[in-house]
């Protein structure tokens, strides 16, 4: 009897079928012109939990969400793949349990004599390596956020300090005008007057630069003027690092613009200045440089840095110095040369974590009893960093038409000082210490044309759901919300519906006039 021979195209065939079905960490399956499955291997039924004699025949859009599928998701693969000679995409997809898993899929067009003839699907389960992706992240920002308590734990000892001198310098002012208005001596009020509101304005700007500094935020990189951000946190430096450190500024007049997250900037320059005040000890001289550099390709490879054009920050110390076998271990995480008890080790380690992110570098320069140099390495931004909008003082706030204002507040301070203010501009003002009093007030037939309330209020009812409650009957209702957190912060989810608005305590009164006219009209 004769054999039959096969052809080395038949051998090749079989072996090739052997080991796309010998893949188990993949499944690789082919899909007819329409989407029907054609094809399965075992990754497919490890992966997807359908045995082939399951699936095959049916559509490939069972696999997809039913989100996915209503958006015509499946459809649209099909497409790009035949179009662009290729559909590659990561998102969830559905096992036959039901269950979701995170896919990589990678959609080839087949093609037979240059006619489509169907597709060739591959997925992978990314499930766990998105998690441990995820968790690295959730990780990432744990660590940042206790690098940044680590330096507010560092700031209110001196914060403190200052607090106290801005009150005395209130509560000065006060006693004096009091004393003069005995005496009838009105015409020195205006210097006292002038002076308390000094105090506060600078209370102020430290209170928002701390909460704006100690909140979780992701990363919100944009165009950034580095000698306006250090100049503007000169002062913060100068109270942190004490009198006993010399603090100096050298900022390069022809400084380019930068790109970069200013609030992680600020909060790099404020752990190095902390750094360096720390290896000081006694006192010191603390300088903070700008300048631009251009790094070519030999000094990229010596700074582990992509050549191009950067902005540089320098923090400079007259410290104590870092030993070269140290210098090489001080980025990592945890590691530090502070005594026990005086720091997390997360300082530098955070601040080359941020400067990799936004596509630089930091190097580190230091001789023992000479001090140490931390260079802060940002891409240069082609085009002019976002211009800050001045804030003008109203010659003379607008007045009301007579319009009624309810005002909540805990604070009888507050709702004295809101309700005076809007009495001597024309409104009619009313008061509620608390949300249950304010809610009362919003579902009766009172005429309402704003609500004016802070967002902590007593007895289990926050400013926000009080105007949420109200607006069920009052749809159109206005708020402002007052509040002494960062307007982003105010609000937990950081969104506001259409017509609430926040205004940040402490604030002058002719901002609060401007605000709620402009609010009321729309």
């Known amino acids: 009897m004769g054999h039959s021979v096969e052809t080395p195209r038949a051998v090749d065939e079989r072996v090739y079928e052997r080991l796309i079905q010998s893949v188990v960490d993949y499944a690789i399956y082919m899909l007819d012109l329409d989407g029907r499955v054609v094809s399965w291997n075992a990754g497919a039924e490890k992966i997807k939990g359908y045995a082939a004699a399951e699936i095959i025949g049916d559509n490939f859009a069972r696999f997809y969400?039913?989100?996915?599928?209503?958006?015509?998701?499946?459809?649209?693969?099909?497409?790009?793949?035949?179009?662009?000679?290729?559909?590659?995409?990561?998102?969830?997809r559905l096992r036959k349990d039901g269950t979701r898993f995170w896919a990589m899929v990678v959609i080839d067009p087949v093609r037979a004599?240059?006619?489509?003839?169907?597709?060739?699907?591959?997925?992978?389960?990314?499930?766990?390596?998105?998690?441990?992706?995820?968790?690295?992240?959730?990780?990432?920002?744990?660590?940042?956020?206790?690098q940044k308590m680590e330096a507010v734990g560092q700031l209110t000892g001196g914060l403190a300090h200052d607090f106290n001198n801005l009150l005395t310098g209130v509560t000065g002012s006060l006693d004096l005008m009091r004393r003069r208005l005995d005496?009838?001596?009105?015409?020195?009020?205006?210097?006292?007057?002038?002076a308390a509101q000094g105090a506060t304005a600078r209370a102020a700007a430290l209170t928002h630069r701390l909460l704006a500094f100690s909140r979780r935020?992701?990363?919100?990189?944009?165009?950034?003027?580095?000698?306006?951000?250090?100049?503007?946190?000169?002062?913060?430096?100068?109270?942190?690092?004490?009198?006993?450190?010399?603090?100096?500024?050298?900022?390069?007049?022809?400084?380019?613009?930068?790109?970069?997250?200013?609030?992680?900037?600020?909060?790099a320059i404020l752990n190095l200045c902390i750094n360096g005040r720390d290896a000081m000890g006694e006192g010191g001289r603390l300088i903070i440089e700008t300048l631009n550099a251009l790094i070519d390709e030999a000094a990229g490879a010596d700074r582990d840095m992509p050549p191009g054009e950067y902005v540089t920050v320098a923090v400079s110390d007259t410290g104590r110095g870092i030993s070269p076998e140290l210098l090489t271990r001080v980025c990592e995480p945890f590691f530090t040369t502070k005594p026990a008890g005086k720091g997390t080790g997360l300082g530098l380690s955070m601040i080359y974590g941020f400067a990799k992110q936004s596509g630089g570098q930091i190097r580190i320069y230091s001789e023992v009893g000479e001090g140490t140099s931390v260079r802060i390495y940002l891409p240069r931004h082609q085009g002019d960093a976002l211009a800050e909008q001045p804030i003008g003082r109203a010659a003379s706030p607008p007045a009301g038409r007579g319009e009624t204002v309810l005002i909540v507040d805990d604070e009888p301070t507050i709702r004295m000082l809101v309700s005076d203010t809007?009495?001597?501009?024309?409104?009619?003002?009313?008061?509620?210490?608390?949300?249950?009093?304010?809610?009362?007030?919003?579902e009766s037939d009172v005429v309402i044309d704003l609500l004016i309330t802070d967002v902590g209020l007593p007895g289990g009812m926050n400013g926000k759901q009080m105007a949420d409650a109200a607006r069920l009957r009052r749809p159109e209702l206005k708020v402002m919300f007052i509040t002494g957190y960062t307007e982003n912060a105010a609000i937990s989810n950081g969104r506001l519906e259409r017509g609430m608005h926040v205004l940040s305590k402490p604030f002058p009164m002719e901002k609060l006039a401007t605000r709620i006219r402009a609010i009321i009209e729309g």
């Open 65 to 92: 969400t039913p989100e996915d599928r209503a958006a015509g998701a499946p459809q649209n693969a099909l497409r790009v793949a035949g179009a662009e000679g290729r559909f590659a995409a990561e998102g969830w």
């Open 113 to 146: 004599d240059g006619e489509l003839i169907g597709f060739a699907k591959i997925t992978r389960d990314m499930t766990e390596l998105r998690e441990a992706q995820l968790e690295l992240e959730r990780s990432r920002q744990a660590l940042f956020q206790a």
């Open 183 to 194: 005496q009838g001596r009105i015409n020195e009020l205006e210097r006292y007057i002038t």
């Open 217 to 267: 935020q992701p990363l919100q990189p944009k165009a950034v003027d580095a000698n306006k951000l250090v100049a503007g946190m000169e002062e913060l430096v100068r109270r942190t690092v004490g009198p006993g450190v010399v603090v100096q500024t050298e900022l390069s007049a022809e400084l380019w613009p930068c790109y970069c997250d200013p609030n992680q900037l600020e909060n």
């Open 422 to 442: 809007l009495a001597e501009l024309g409104y009619q003002a009313i008061e509620a210490a608390d949300a249950a009093t304010g809610l009362k007030l919003l």
